[in-house]
Structures are given as C-alpha cells and as structure tokens.
Nanobody, 126 residues
C-alpha cells in the first residue's frame, strides 16, 4: 500500500513557476510509475506527466517544454517543476502511483493508476 501526499500548490502569476512534490510512504517509489494528473473546474481529468520505474518520462503536449518531472529516491519523492505557467494550467493537481509496468503514455491516457493522493490546487492568475 502506498500513501501519497501532494504539496507545493498555490497562487502564481502567469509566467511564474511552481514545484509540486509528491511524497510517498508505505513503499519505495522507485518500483512504481508515478503520474501527475490535473482537473480543472468543469473539465475532465487529464494526464500531465509520468515517470516510469525505469526513468522514462512522458508529457502532455500542452506542457511539453514547460514542465519537468523528476524523482528523488533518497527522499522517496517525485517532483513536477512547472515553468512559464499559464491561466489554463489552473487545476487541482494529483499524483498517482502504479506498480504494474505499462508505458507512461498508457498511464497518462487511461489514468489507470492504483494509488492516488488528495491533490493540491494550482491557480495561475494575475
């Protein structure tokens, strides 16, 4: 069983940056694929980024070149560095973990992950 806790959300101006953290307990994240998903008000949840257990990364087209996912094994934490933020990035961001070995693209498109955090709100507004 993996417990995930997101942090780092907040209010930021357009063009600004935030770094989200996904801290895990109960198991070592190295064995899991970790995904970041977001859900804006009135919209469906969408996959943002994923890092698989072997370190491969995938990104939604809307965030490529602006967001970077990374893993710190010593801290058992996965980060999402978000730069050049836009108002359309406003959403609740969730991290999720899964111990199977599907591709990052599969996880992002299906959201088929077993463990989920409760989310952190990111608001991009002037």
């Amino acid at each position: 069983q993996v417990q995930l806790v997101e942090s780092g959300g907040g209010l930021v101006q357009p063009g600004g940056s935030l770094r989200l953290s996904c801290a895990a307990s109960g198991s070592t994240l190295d064995y899991y694929a970790i995904g970041w998903f977001r859900q804006a008000p009135g919209k469906e949840r969408e996959g943002v980024s994923c890092i698989t257990s072997d370190g491969r990364t995938n990104y939604a087209d809307s965030v490529k070149g602006r967001f970077t996912i990374s893993r710190d094994s010593a801290k058992n934490t996965v980060y999402l560095q978000m730069n050049s933020l836009k108002p359309e990035d406003t959403a609740v961001y969730y991290c999720a973990a899964d111990g199977r070995h599907y591709s990052g693209i599969y996880y992002l498109s299906r959201g088929a992950m077993n463990y989920w955090g409760k989310g952190t709100l990111v608001t991009v507004s002037s």
